[in-house]
């Protein structure tokens, strides 16, 4: 644009645009890119989602899932930094198939499900590492013990409208106190957990 | 007796009675760890304990396989004279044996990765799952070890008992074909003797 137009430009707009009109122009791109500047937080499908884990004993990889968590994630992919995740995990829908194994692994030594029915993650912050890929920083509360960690995540957006939000991360089951005595016996279950998450966030509802 | 140093006994190769007696001592772990296991409530022991019973059973599968291909190169020696039937029975048990000793170990495996439990040999090195996790066909696969593992103990105890009667009442050299010649150690000593 040459130099000379430009002071000329807030004049012709200050005559197309009278002053009642502003609002709602300063408003139109909020209810274009709604979900992406302001939105309420959009909520977990939990039946297209699944929260997955994975325990190693001696070699044999043995897996599990949530079927139970609730999700409060206000992801803002235009300002990721103003993105919050709460995500609530109910310890006792833990589901490896084997119905011997759900019973040990919330039983006291485990995850205790009784005295700590719940595991939570917070986000502290969220970054954009690029397109459609994130990295959360935020507090793990398992068993009692809170950790920070970091959860890179890339997203999809899905044809009506939800939002996937997948990745994967490994925790440290001592780093909770999840599984002792007997059990930490030599290495018969590994520390590194890895978790993998893949949750299908519902349309952000209008503002 | 004929059968007390026979000039003419031909025993098995000394790598095929390895490999007869190295199956015998992993099946007597490998059936006592087994019918225990399974009555032991979830516990750090009966996690070990099946990772031992499957890395035994992996180790018999393969062993079985050398054996076998040892055997073609290597055939075992004639047999002692003995009733045609019983020449059968005995051809039919070993070859029963052989199939079990492969079967046994497949079968388990293949339950194993349908409860959704893959089998690492060692805890090394995971031995892939040909089938996915499925809990029915899963019960489906321990019924039939279970009735595999029943067969093999049956052909087990009559090779036993077969091999018992040749040495103890027919007094003959079958079951000293599958034993080392310590008696002979030397050529000099067995001289000697006589």
Request: with cysteine.
């Given at each position: 644009?040459?130099?000379?137009?430009?002071?000329?430009?807030?004049?012709?707009?200050?005559?197309?645009?009278?002053?009642?009109?502003?609002?709602?122009?300063?408003?139109?791109?909020?209810?274009?890119?709604?979900?992406?500047?302001?939105?309420?937080?959009?909520?977990?499908?939990?039946?297209?989602?699944?929260?997955?884990?994975?325990?190693?004993?001696m070699g044999v990889?043995?897996?599990?899932?949530?079927?139970?968590?609730?999700?409060?994630?206000?992801?803002?992919?235009?300002?990721?930094?103003?993105?919050?995740?709460?995500?609530?995990?109910?310890?006792?829908?833990?589901?490896?198939?084997?119905?011997?194994?759900?019973?040990?692994?919330?039983?006291?030594?485990?995850?205790?499900?009784?005295?700590?029915?719940?595991?939570?993650?917070?986000?502290?912050?969220?970054?954009?590492?690029?397109?459609?890929?994130?990295?959360?920083?935020?507090?793990?509360?398992?068993?009692?013990?809170?950790?920070?960690?970091?959860?890179?995540?890339?997203?999809?957006?899905?044809?009506?409208?939800?939002?996937?939000?997948?990745?994967?991360?490994?925790?440290?089951?001592?780093?909770?106190?999840?599984?002792?005595?007997?059990?930490?016996?030599?290495?018969?279950?590994?520390?590194?957990?890895?978790?993998?998450?893949?949750?299908?966030?519902?349309?952000?509802?209008?503002? | 007796?004929?059968?007390?140093?026979?000039?003419?006994?031909?025993?098995?190769?000394?790598?095929?009675?390895?490999?007869?007696?190295?199956?015998?001592?992993l099946l007597?772990a490998a059936?006592?760890i087994g019918?225990?296991m399974?009555?032991?409530?979830?516990?750090?022991?009966?996690l070990k304990l099946f990772s031992y019973h499957k890395w035994i059973g992996v180790t018999v599968f393969a062993l079985?396989?050398?054996?076998?291909?040892?055997?073609?190169?290597?055939?075992?020696?004639?047999?002692?004279?003995?009733?045609?039937?019983?020449?059968?029975?005995?051809?039919?048990?070993?070859?029963?044996?052989?199939?079990?000793?492969?079967?046994?170990p497949?079968?388990g495996w293949?339950?194993s990765?349908?409860?959704?439990f893959q089998t690492v040999y060692l805890a090394q090195l995971p031995i892939?799952?040909?089938?996915?996790?499925?809990?029915?066909?899963?019960?489906?696969?321990?019924?039939?070890?279970?009735?595999?593992?029943?067969?093999?103990?049956?052909?087990?105890?009559?090779?036993?008992?077969?091999?018992?009667?040749?040495?103890?009442?027919?007094?003959?050299?079958?079951?000293?074909?599958?034993?080392?010649?310590?008696?002979?150690?030397?050529?000099?000593?067995?001289?000697?003797?006589?």
């Amino acid at each position: 644009m040459p130099p000379s137009q430009a002071p000329s430009l807030p004049r012709s707009q200050a005559r197309l645009h009278p002053g009642w009109l502003r609002p709602l122009m300063l408003a139109l791109p909020l209810l274009v890119f709604g979900h992406g500047v302001e939105a309420a937080p959009r909520v977990v499908d939990s039946g297209a989602s699944q929260i997955s884990f994975s325990v190693k004993q001696m070699g044999v990889a043995v897996d599990g899932r949530f079927t139970r968590y609730s999700a409060s994630i206000d992801l803002d992919t235009e300002h990721p930094e103003q993105s919050k995740a709460r995500i609530e995990v109910d310890i006792s829908s833990l589901d490896t198939g084997t119905p011997e194994a759900d019973a040990i692994a919330i039983d006291t030594p485990w995850l205790n499900a009784n005295a700590f029915p719940k595991a939570v993650f917070e986000s502290t912050a969220v970054r954009s590492l690029g397109p459609n890929r994130y990295q959360a920083e935020g507090q793990l509360t398992i068993r009692g013990s809170t950790r920070a960690i970091s959860v890179p995540f890339t997203t999809t957006a899905l044809p009506d409208g939800r939002l996937r939000a997948q990745g994967e991360f490994t925790l440290n089951r001592t780093d909770f106190g999840i599984g002792g005595g007997e059990w930490n016996q030599g290495d018969l279950v590994a520390d590194a957990v890895p978790v993998r998450f893949n949750l299908v966030l519902s349309p952000a509802p209008s503002p | 007796m004929s059968r007390q140093d026979p000039s003419d006994l031909q025993r098995y190769s000394l790598t095929a009675q390895l490999g007869h007696w190295l199956t015998a001592l992993l099946l007597c772990a490998a059936f006592p760890i087994g019918f225990y296991m399974v009555e032991l409530a979830l516990s750090p022991t009966k996690l070990k304990l099946f990772s031992y019973h499957k890395w035994i059973g992996v180790t018999v599968f393969a062993l079985v396989l050398l054996r076998l291909l040892w055997r073609s190169v290597s055939p075992p020696p004639p047999s002692p004279a003995m009733p045609s039937w019983a020449l059968r029975t005995a051809q039919i048990t070993h070859r029963l044996l052989y199939l079990l000793l492969l079967a046994v170990p497949l079968s388990g495996w293949l339950m194993s990765s349908a409860k959704g439990f893959q089998t690492v040999y060692l805890a090394q090195l995971p031995i892939p799952d040909l089938i996915g996790k499925d809990p029915a066909l899963g019960a489906a696969l321990e019924s039939v070890h279970w009735i595999l593992n029943k067969m093999l103990l049956g052909a087990i105890t009559l090779h036993v008992a077969a091999a018992l009667k040749h040495h103890f009442v027919d007094r003959d050299a079958v079951l000293l074909r599958m034993l080392p010649a310590l008696r002979r150690s030397t050529p000099l000593a067995a001289h000697g003797e006589r």
